[in-house]
């Protein structure tokens, strides 16, 4: 049976601990989905608000960001109060211009994928859909973003493009995105329970 874990403000302030010096930085269970919707909340930003930062060439794992892992997650809990976070994502939105915490907190059924600017900690979006129900919380404690994202360049040199921790398959684990030259890039998942990364 599926123990659902609520990611409280506690767990998010332990959380930045050791997500600071990654890039302000940075983890989805849950079923498939039922229905789907995309709504944005009244009090979502228009992407022109967001804050001048780096550009989409940035690599994750040496800049860092105004808003941090922690205010992020702590923005997420604002906007949808007791509800689990099934992924996180740190990934530059072209439609923004603009780095952002991509945030997906689940209550109940309801989904809320939340964008939240790196540099002003606006909530750019927060897009909504169906899921089943015991959503299962991703732990960024567990193993935190500046340690598995050493670990997976140190498989693949290079520079990281984007990141995200979530559940797939069960396993809870990082996928970066890192490019190796020119525009190629190369995908590498990192195993929160064991720390092992691979190449996908």
Known sequence: ??????????????????ALALSGCSSG???????SSSSSSPSATSPSAAAVGPGPD?????????VALDRAL??????VPGGVVTKI????????NAWVWKVDSQKGTEQHEIKVDAQSARVVADDRDQESANPVAVDPR??????????????VRGSVAK????????VQRYSFDIRTSGSATQDVYVDVDSGVATIN
């Open 1 to 18: 049976m599926t123990t659902t874990r609520k990611f409280g403000t506690s767990l998010v302030c332990a959380a930045a601990a050791g």
């Open 29 to 35: 269970g849950g079923g498939a989905a039922t229905t």
């Open 58 to 66: 940035a690599d994750l794992a040496t800049t860092t960001f105004p």
């Open 74 to 79: 702590a923005v997420a809990d604002e906007t």
């Open 89 to 96: 994502e740190l990934d530059f939105e072209r439609s923004a």
């Open 142 to 155: 567990k193993l935190t973003p500046k340690d598995a994202t050493a670990k997976a360049t140190a498989l």
């Open 163 to 170: 990141w995200a921790l979530e559940f797939d398959d069960g």
